[in-house]
C-alpha cells in the first residue's frame, strides 16, 4: 500500500487551511447597539456593508467590526476569526493596508499585538467584486473586532466590505 505519509504539523497545516467549518457572512448592524452589537448576518435586503476610511496620508479611525454580542453566530462556536472579505466597493483604485484587532478597543489592539495587516489594491476604483482571504488568529467569541486603513498618499479612502467569519466549537 502506498500512502502518503504527513506529520502532525502538515496535518495540522491541512485542517486550518482546507477543512474550515461553515463561512458565516457578516454585515453591519441594521440598529448598532454601542460596542456589543455592531454586526448582523448577511441577508437579503439588509446588506450593508462595513465602511472604514483613511485619514490624511496616515491610519483612519478604528471602526468596530465585531461587538462583544456578535459572536458566536452558530449557537456553539467557542472561538472565531475572520477569513474573508468581500471588498464591494474601493473609493480609490491606489494600494490600501487594512489592520484587523482583536482587542477591547483598536488601540488596546496595537499595545497587545493582536493585530493582522493585509494589502488590497482594487484594479478599478469600483473594487473587483471578489472576496480575499484575512488570516487572523482563533480569538474567543464575545472578543471585539476592530479595523482601520491607511491609503498611502491620500486625504480619505473609503473601503467597504462584508465579513467571511469561521467559528469553531473547540
Not at 50 to 59: E, L, R
Not at 76 to 96: M, Q
Amino acid at each position: 500500500m502506498g500512502g502518503i505519509s504527513v506529520t502532525a504539523t502538515e496535518k495540522l497545516h491541512i485542517i486550518e487551511h482546507h477543512l474550515h467549518p461553515h463561512v458565516r457572512w457578516m454585515a453591519k448592524a441594521a440598529i448598532p447597539v454601542g460596542e456589543t452589537h455592531a454586526a448582523d448576518r448577511l441577508a437579503p435586503g439588509s446588506a450593508v456593508a462595513f465602511q472604514i476610511d483613511a485619514g490624511n496620508d496616515t491610519w483612519g479611525a478604528w471602526a468596530l467590526i465585531l461587538g462583544s454580542t456578535d459572536t458566536p453566530v452558530m449557537g456553539k462556536g467557542r472561538h472565531y476569526d475572520p477569513h474573508l472579505l468581500f471588498i464591494s466597493a474601493a473609493e480609490r483604485n491606489v494600494p490600501y493596508i487594512l489592520q484587523f484587532g482583536h482587542a477591547n478597543s483598536g488601540v488596546d489592539a496595537l499595545l497587545l499585538d493582536e493585530i493582522t495587516e493585509m494589502v488590497y489594491a482594487s484594479l478599478t476604483a469600483a473594487s473587483d467584486k471578489i472576496p480575499v482571504q484575512c488570516h487572523t488568529d482563533r480569538h474567543r467569541v464575545k472578543t471585539k473586532l476592530w479595523a482601520r486603513c491607511f491609503c498611502p498618499g491620500q486625504n480619505t479612502a473609503t473601503i467597504d466590505f462584508y465579513l467571511g467569519l469561521h467559528e469553531y466549537t473547540f
